[in-house]
């Protein structure tokens, strides 16, 4: 259930045994969620090895199932977004649906078994089941993302991006580990919190690590991959930051809900503009993140 990386942080952060919602196929229940969302989240591995975290689009049906192993994403969702490389046979992924109305999440691991021109099928290896904690509850306008996207590289984060950057309340972050480890693969997960939970210190990506489900999915990960891929919507106007780099954790607690910290130095950053429509303001902050604050 958890590779060597996720167990050595579970007893670095001083945790007993971790018990966790993991599947090795798809719940119904996760079935139907996943063919209701018109968004969903990816992660898979570019040329270079560093994980990618993409924004797929589409309508409700986009996501399917042909039987609870098998998990099937459209290739027009896929060739519309930005950055995602083309999807393989033997590819490992990472999905994540979250419907921001409700504060529902699952995550789901596979490898991509078979590329037909309408749709890519991922063998599922793992359905993960997800609390409501830091999700804040957000009406998206509908998008197919159909949309001209525009795509910029960043040699540095500029003022715009660093504005962004700390006015965020919500990433989303993909890891990965060896394929040869036990349990391992290609993960992208939710993280939320007020704005000004990101910041920057001396260059770097400072992020706090809240009290959550003790699976250590992403730092167990880092633990064995310091590479990461960080994906930061600006749900106000409807872009993203897109930024690779590699992790260190300072495992001395913080304060409150912060039980650590993980700093990211940043290598290669995009902006994505016209990425979906723009949110506006209305935003109801979930009281795990208040707390947090």
């Known amino acids: 259930m958890f590779h060597p990386g996720e167990k050595r942080a579970q007893q670095r952060a001083g945790y007993g045994e971790v018990r966790a919602a993991v599947y090795p196929a798809m719940p119904?229940?996760?079935?139907?969620?996943?063919?209701?969302?018109?968004?969903?989240?990816?992660?898979?591995?570019?040329?270079?090895?560093?994980?990618?975290?993409?924004?797929?689009?589409?309508?409700?049906g986009f996501i399917s199932s042909a039987g609870a192993d098998l998990l099937r994403v459209t290739q027009a969702s896929l060739q519309a977004s930005p950055l995602l490389p083309v999807l393989k046979t033997g590819m490992a992924t990472g999905g994540l649906g979250i419907d921001f109305s409700n504060r529902r999440r699952n995550r789901v691991?596979?490898?991509v078994q078979a590329v037909e021109k309408e749709y890519v099928e991922i063998q599922v290896q793992e359905s993960i089941g997800n609390c409501p904690k830091y999700i804040q509850r957000r009406l998206l306008p509908y998008s197919a993302g159909k949309g001209l996207v525009e795509i910029e590289r960043l040699a540095a984060l500029d003022a715009a991006?660093?504005?962004?950057?700390?006015?965020?309340?919500?990433?989303?972050?993909?890891?990965?580990?060896?394929?040869q480890a036990e349990a391992g693969g290609v993960d992208i997960s939710h993280r939320g919190g007020v704005p000004g939970f990101l910041s920057l210190e001396r260059g770097k990506l400072k992020i706090p690590d809240y009290v959550g489900n003790r699976y250590m999915n992403t730092l167990g990960n880092l633990l064995v991959d310091p590479r990461c891929a960080l994906l930061i919507p600006d749900f106000q106007q409807g872009a993203a930051l897109h930024i690779q780099g590699k992790a260190e954790i300072a495992w001395q607690r913080g304060e409150g809900l912060t039980e650590r910290f993980w700093f990211v130095e940043i290598e290669k950053i995009w902006r994505i503009r016209q990425l979906f429509p723009p949110a506006g303001l209305e935003v109801e902050f979930a009281d795990s993140s208040v707390a947090a604050g």
């Open 28 to 60: 119904e229940q996760h079935r139907q969620f996943f063919a209701g969302l018109h968004t969903f989240y990816l992660a898979t591995l570019g040329e270079d090895g560093y994980p990618v975290a993409a924004l797929l689009q589409g309508e409700p």
């Open 109 to 111: 691991n596979g490898v």
């Open 161 to 179: 991006a660093r504005y962004a950057l700390y006015a965020a309340d919500t990433f989303f972050v993909a890891s990965v580990a060896p394929r």
